[in-house]
């Protein structure tokens, strides 16, 4: 069956870096958009990153543009967010989820999460 499963959270000093990962199973990735998303506590869930299927553009959000990096490896079957500069306000729990062709589609198979806290 479908599964997205993130990885790579972690405690990280403001203006640290991480790298998250997002591995799928049970469907072609280069079939689809992948993207990324955060919720932090107490706020609503926010889109950050996304990478189309067709041809591989990416989008940010203003909050993340020139430190995150969004890249996806169809060989390894897993799509990256790399992450710089990063500051107590990207502290929240990030998910990947499948879209459709492209980035604007809707999300129908999400990954469980995992947990970025950036402080010092």
């Known amino acids: 069956q479908v599964q997205l499963v993130e990885s790579g959270g972690g405690l990280v000093q403001p203006g640290g870096s991480l790298r998250l990962s997002c591995a799928a199973s049970g469907f072609t990735l280069d079939y689809y958009a992948i993207g990324w998303f955060r919720q932090a506590p107490g706020k609503e869930r926010e889109g950050v990153s996304c990478i189309s299927r067709s041809d591989g553009s990416t989008y940010y959000a203003d909050s993340v543009k020139g430190r995150f990096t969004i890249y996806r490896d169809n060989a390894k079957t897993t799509v990256y967010l790399q992450m710089k500069s990063l500051k107590p306000e990207d502290t929240a729990v990030y998910y990947c989820?499948?879209?459709?062709?492209?980035?604007?589609?809707?999300?129908?198979?999400w990954g469980q999460g995992t947990e970025v806290t950036v402080s010092s």
């Open positions: 989820a499948r879209g459709g062709s492209s980035c604007t589609a809707e999300y129908d198979y």
